[in-house]
Nanobody, 120 residues
């Protein structure tokens, strides 16, 4: 079952900002890298940002310089600050652990995600 709950999505104009939050119920949260994924209608889910256990971030080229991922292990939380949003950022956003394993095809349970809609 999904162990992550995402929130913070909404409707925003192009150029605007949103901050997504993800809370985990896993006791091992701090021991795992965490990633933010997104899935647009008709497209495959893609990894947009990941953060290591030590706080080192990685970003997809499409969001580099605009999105910032961070984590608070004391609160079992991961955040995604999204700035200069574009219509092509419109998608349902999800978080999950072991993002690179998932990207390589590993099975994962998913939460409900949070919808981000960017109007032009």
């Amino acid at each position: 079952q999904a162990q992550f709950v995402e929130s913070g999505g909404g409707l925003v104009q192009a150029g605007g900002s949103l901050r997504l939050s993800c809370v985990s119920s896993e006791s091992t949260f701090s021991l795992n890298p965490i990633g933010w994924f997104r899935q647009a209608p008709g497209k495959q889910r893609e990894l947009v940002a990941a953060i290591s256990t030590g706080g080192n971030p990685n970003y997809a080229d499409s969001v580099k310089g605009r999105f910032t991922i961070s984590r608070d292990n004391a609160k079992n939380m991961v955040y995604l600050q999204m700035n200069t949003l574009k219509p092509e950022d419109t998608a349902v956003y999800y978080c999950n652990r072991d993002p690179f394993s998932i990207q390589s095809g590993a099975f994962a349970y998913w939460g409900q995600g949070t919808q981000v809609t960017v109007s032009s």
